[in-house]
């Protein structure tokens, strides 16, 4: 009886002792942070954050904290089942670091490394005696001479993760993808005819270019990744007319391009801006001035066989999908090519100097506008007479004022990317 009694004791005391050290002997958490994409992006870019690894041996994960390691506030929750998105506005190299904690109280932490390019103007310049890709930042500074040759760069929407250009093999142009972070390039070579400026479909699977495969020059698209049979499907029936310079929207499947067709035949001025809405059964007229809009370049004859009224500088959206930069050479401009701004719900047009102030269009030629990442610059060529070569510029469409980007030679076809 005695025995029992103590033993009974015993047997209490050590459960009350081992409940007052529960925390003390039981398991911590553990905190897996995983994150995509992986690859370096231009910024902005959304990363997602993936907290599900995390998990707790002998309990359960309570709460959980998010340092994106930018200086903006620290995301929290209790289920790491559900992914966290974040958008890093600048350049930079960021720790990433989660806090889990347990349901007694014991915690465990991760970190990610988060690498952030700064936004880029890519273009094309002739400065080695062949169309190559470069690249700058939006302030000029840390201009770059990719590998590979090519014109009319365009970067992919949103991710910004892949470039289209069009590249020479000594015959006829085709089409190429480049990584941006490793510079490896993909080949869709279709021999005889030439591919030129590509576009990206809003959500980056497909691509829309201009080829005169038909006898003409029309639209046609293809499927990206684009496989070993790779399928070229052509879009636009403008014959006898023709079709370039297409351009889709950066927010949904809506594709501009321009074309010398009009409501009813020739275009007034000899060029005029169409779009395909997503979904319509046939393209529509979207602006016809008594100029040529669009398609034009002061004749820089780099693609041979283009129309004779018919050019590289192609349309570009605002990155909110609400208007078009494009070239004309309407008389009521301020001399040459200019750039306008069209109004897309409304297609009115107002010259670019009426749109942000300042003087970006000149008694110069200004052609190939390209609306940057932010919404509130447009990188564009203008004729420099001082040093008799085409150069690129970027305005500010806050403030009107005007920055040189491209150091030297010919420099066309100005590229970015959008949010
Ligand atoms: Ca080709
Ligand atoms: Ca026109
Ligand atoms: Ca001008």
Redesign the pocket.
């Known amino acids: 009886m005695t025995r029992k009694l103590l033993a009974g004791m015993l047997l209490l005391g050590l459960a009350i002792g081992l409940s007052a050290c529960r925390g003390f002997f039981t398991q911590a958490p553990v905190a897996v942070l995983d994150w995509s994409p992986k690859d370096a992006h231009e910024a902005p870019i959304t990363i997602t954050f993936d907290l599900s690894g995390s998990q707790d041996p002998d309990g359960e994960i309570v709460a959980w904290t998010l340092d994106f390691g930018d200086g903006s506030a620290p995301a929290t929750g209790t289920d790491v089942t559900v992914p966290v998105e974040h958008t890093y506005q600048a350049e930079g190299t960021y720790t990433a670091t989660l806090e889990v904690e347990d349901n007694a109280g014991k915690k465990d932490q991760d970190s990610v490394v988060i690498t952030v390019m700064a936004p880029r103007v890519y273009f094309s310049s002739n400065r080695n005696s062949l169309w190559q890709i470069f690249r700058v930042k939006l302030d000029g500074t840390e201009e770059e001479g990719l590998w590979f040759g090519g014109i009319t760069p365009a970067l992919r929407w949103n991710t910004r993760d892949k470039l289209a250009v069009s590249l020479f ?1 000594g015959t ?3 089409l190429g993808v480049a990584d941006v972070s490793d510079l490896a390039l993909e080949h869709l ?7 030129i400026q590509p576009t990206w479909y809003y959500n980056g699977s497909k691509l829309a270019f201009a080829s005169d495969q038909a006898g003409n020059w029309e639209i046609w698209t293809v499927d990206y990744p684009w496989g070993i049979a790779t399928a070229v499907t052509q879009l636009t029936v403008q014959t006898p007319d023709w079709a370039l310079a297409p351009a889709y929207s950066p927010v949904n499947g809506d594709l501009v391009f321009v074309s010398s067709k009009g409501s009813g035949g020739p275009a007034n001025g000899g060029s005029a801006l169409w779009i395909w809405r997503e979904g319509a059964a046939a393209p529509q007229l979207l602006y016809d001035s008594g100029g040529h809009d669009g398609a034009i370049d002061p004749g820089l004859g780099i693609v041979a066989g283009l129309p004779a009224d018919g050019g590289l500088s192609t349309p570009a959206w605002s990155p909110d999908g609400t208007k078009i930069a494009f070239t004309s050479d309407r008389v009521d401009g301020h001399g040459g090519l200019d750039i306008w701004i069209l109004d897309v719900a409304t297609a009115t047009a107002q010259n670019l100097n009426a749109f942000c102030g300042g003087s970006p269009n000149t008694g110069e030629d200004e052609f190939d506008p390209w609306w940057v990442e932010t919404g509130d610059a447009i990188a564009f060529v203008r004729y420099d007479t001082s040093t008799l070569t085409y150069q690129v510029y970027l305005v500010d469409l806050n403030t009107g004022t005007v920055t040189q980007l491209s150091s030297a030679a010919d420099s066309i076809g100005p590229a970015s990317g959008s949010p």
């Open positions: 093999d006829d142009w085709n070579d279709i021999q005889t005819y030439s591919e």
